[in-house]
């Protein structure tokens, strides 16, 4: 008799579906098929079983940019983490900074405790390198020896410019290593100079957030990493990408045989720039920002046509009062918002009850394609024997009103407020104990545990 056994439902991989039984003996998958038997059984009949989704970008930590003020954000590892399996994803990767005269393995140990405490669901953290130092350089080995094989680096600050033959070493080093390098692509010289020529003409408001980091200045940023990873041979990953033109670049990429990889987030996939024509603008403000109808008609296109191979949430917790703080303009606005616990069910709806997206392909870009990259596969991203016992139940049935005041990020809102999304996580069960059901969160606070990772894997 199995620890546990989902009974009856139908099991949904990358490759495969079928109505069946999953088994699970501790924290692992011991056996799919028909007729099993456990001390507990959940019922699915009727509904789906899907790998836990895996959320790589999440900031539910402290960001320390240079130069930049940085106000304390109002999500944590225990918020972020209950969104994150009240929405079915079961793990999660915190972006870790450095704080100023830290070293990577400092700031890394500082994060690994803050998770060990409070975390739910399983994390993995992603060192970001902000001083591309000897010191830090020399630490990217080991750092992959202990199983941290990600390194985010932002395109997008000044101090990039300023030390570009530093970081492309990083991004080098890193690869040599099976170290994936996460990067955020917006040129920042081109958007200072947008910038200062908008506020010369009193044009600073939030609203023209949008015209202040226009699509060429993500394109050039995404062209400058392909050529890194050209020059290099080391693996990039894309992070949320916005537009037609920065997909093209990326697709360009690719064709050329680079391991170049793209994530998009999902305000690129329902929200567009029209939304910055409302009173309350800024609480729609992200990096890069929304744009046209065309591009999030081709960003649909790409997670279709695996041009965008993973789909994560790039959440960030402001309160609304933080986001719409009066006085703030297009240089000092705070991008980001709460998206943990919609993810999943926004794609399902929009994606797989829309038409969009296949169930296989929700998977992959969920799941799977994430889990491979970032070196977790096959302990995550799938449902087979000897994987952990990371599911979701998953009912395409239910109809929910989006409500930001009922999710579990401490935001308060949400920028889906209102719509009906059809499709939900019944039962979110991480590496075999039920830690979301009928609503609630079941599981104890610091239950979650640190992934230690393998290198990536090409897509």
């Not at 803050?114 to 080995?141: F, G, I, K, M, W």
């Not at 990067?183 to 506020?199: F, P």
């Not at 969009?356 to 977790?376: C, D, H, P």
Request: charged share 25%; aromatic share 6%.
């Amino acid at each position: 008799m199995m620890d546990l056994v989902v009974k009856n439902g139908t099991v949904v991989t990358s490759g495969s579906m079928a109505v069946s039984d999953v088994g699970v003996e501790g924290e692992k998958i011991a056996v799919i098929g028909p007729g099993l038997t456990g001390k507990r059984e959940i019922d699915a009949r009727g509904k789906y079983v899907f790998p836990g989704g895996i959320d790589v970008h999440v900031h539910l930590t402290p960001s320390y940019i240079p130069g930049a003020d940085a106000p304390k954000r109002v999500d944590d590892f225990l918020s972020g983490s209950a969104a994150a399996v009240a929405g079915g994803i079961t793990t999660i990767g915190n972006m870790t900074f450095q704080r100023p005269g830290e070293t990577l393995r400092e700031g890394v140990a500082r994060d690994m405790e803050d998770a060990r405490r409070n975390a739910v669901c399983d994390y993995v953290l992603h060192p970001v390198l902000t001083d591309p130092s000897e010191r830090n350089l020399a630490q990217l080995p080991d750092l992959a020896a202990d199983g941290h094989t990600s390194l985010k680096i932002f395109l997008l600050f000044e101090h990039f410019d300023a030390r570009v033959a530093d970081y492309i070493k990083a991004i080098q080093t890193a690869g040599r290593h099976g170290t994936i390098s996460m990067l955020h692509c917006e040129d920042g010289a081109l958007i200072r100079c947008v910038c200062q020529e908008l506020l010369a003409k009193g044009l600073g408001a939030p609203r023209y957030y949008p015209n202040s980091r226009p699509v060429f200045t993500e394109s050039a940023s995404v062209e400058r990493a392909v050529a890194i990873v050209r020059a290099t041979g080391a693996p990039a990953y894309i992070v949320h990408l916005s537009s037609r033109a920065a997909l093209d670049a990326a697709r360009r990429g690719r064709a050329d045989g680079l391991p170049v990889y793209v994530e998009t987030r999902p305000i690129y996939l329902y929200l567009t720039r029209e939304r910055f024509e409302e009173p309350d603008a800024a609480k729609y403000v992200g990096n890069p920002p929304l744009r046209e109808v065309i591009d999030l008609q081709s960003i649909w296109h790409g997670l279709h046509h695996g041009d965008i191979q993973c789909l994560c949430s790039d959440h960030v917790g402001w309160s609304l009062e933080q986001k719409l703080e009066p006085g703030l303009n297009i240089t000092t606005v705070r991008p980001g918002m709460a998206d943990l616990e919609t993810l999943m069910p926004m794609l399902y709806s929009e994606g797989v009850h829309g038409g969009r997206i296949s169930l296989s392909r929700f998977v992959e870009v969920t799941s799977t394609n994430t889990a491979k990259l970032f070196g977790m596969y096959p302990q995550k991203g799938t449902i087979a024997v000897g994987s952990d016992a990371d599911l979701v139940v998953w009912d395409p049935a239910a109809l929910r009103k989006i409500e930001g005041s009922k999710m579990r990020s401490n935001a308060g809102y949400s920028v889906y407020e209102g719509r009906q999304v059809q499709g939900w996580p019944a039962c979110t069960i991480s590496r075999g104990e039920v830690v979301f059901e009928n609503g609630e969160i079941t599981a104890r606070r610091g239950r979650g545990k640190w992934v230690r990772r393998g290198r990536t894997m090409a897509l």
